[in-house]
């Protein structure tokens, strides 16, 4: 009973997070609680630490201090089935969408659920084209990721998680490689998402997307969280926090704030 901590209601708690690489410090003492259908937005500065603590979340790399709870009980994987059993149950979202170029778009979301969740063919075809079509991109199913645009690209990356039923997706800057004209697509897949009461950490540098979505804005900077708070409180007009200065120097790019 002494392994079995609970962390209240948390689908996710990443507690204690460091992480060094390359001799430098990198995250510092990162922690994070999500609770079912709640939105945790990161954001912050470039190499504040958020890929690399999304990354530590989901093993991609070790943290080296640390603690990760899925559902209150600790988890550390070590061997290969271990790290695969975890990312079935925390999807991740990357900027780039790493999708296999050699396999069509309904392969590319059906092939871990052949492979990892062990799911005859047909079933992971026919799953496959459900999520597709939830992220509206049935009809594209049997073309290659080179005939798709960056934002049909992603959404099929969103369909690739999706499949897995993941208990948690991470989603690290899903929209900062797309041409500003197709960033609205993705941003309407992950909203319906959110609505749909998926749990979800995401870094991004889209404030408004933050500001609207959030249940809670997590500061980062130089590995470490500074500021977190709910975005009203955080982003109030007049107020005083990094926060709102960061998302201001944002907006002021774009002549708003
Ligand atoms: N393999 C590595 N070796 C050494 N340093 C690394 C390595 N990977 C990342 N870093 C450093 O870690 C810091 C945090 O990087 P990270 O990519 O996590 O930041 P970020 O907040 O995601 O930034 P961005 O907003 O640009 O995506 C940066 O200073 C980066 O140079
Ligand atoms: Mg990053």
Redesign the pocket.
């Known amino acids: 009973m002494t392994t079995h901590i609970t962390s209240g209601s948390a689908v996710l708690e990443a507690r204690g997070f460091c992480k060094s690489?390359?001799g430098?410090r990198?995250l510092n003492d990162v922690s994070l609680r999500v609770n079912k259908g709640e939105m945790k937005v990161?954001i912050?500065?470039?190499?504040?630490?958020?890929?690399?603590?999304?990354?530590c979340i989901n093993y991609l790399i070790p943290p080296d201090e640390g603690v990760l709870f899925l559902n209150g009980t600790p988890v550390a994987p070590s061997v290969k089935r271990e790290l695969y059993a975890l990312r079935e149950r925390v999807g991740m979202i990357f900027?780039d969408f790493n999708l296999f170029d050699h396999l069509t778009v309904q392969e590319n979301v059906s092939i871990a659920l052949v492979k990892v969740k062990g799911m005859n063919r047909g079933a992971a075809a026919l799953r496959a084209m459900e999520e597709l079509e939830r992220v509206g991109l049935s009809r594209r199913a049997s073309v290659y990721p080179a005939q798709l645009s960056g934002g049909q690209k992603q959404r099929v990356a969103i369909a690739r998680a999706l499949a897995m039923d993941p208990e948690v997706i991470l989603l690290?800057?899903p929209t900062?490689a797309l041409d500003p004209e197709l960033v609205g697509e993705v941003s309407a897949v992950i909203r319906e998402l959110a609505r749909g009461g998926m749990t979800m950490i995401l870094?991004t540098?889209q404030m408004e997307f933050a500001r609207a979505l959030a249940t809670e804005i997590l500061f980062?900077d130089r590995?470490e969280i500074i500021e977190r708070g709910a975005p009203a409180e955080l982003l109030a007009s007049g107020g005083n926090t990094r926060t709102r200065a960061f998302f201001c120097k944002l907006a002021a790019e774009e002549g708003a704030c």
């Open positions: 690489l390359g430098k990198i990161l912050g500065p470039s190499g504040a630490g958020k890929s690399t603590f999304l990354q900027q690290d800057e900062s870094a540098h980062m590995g």
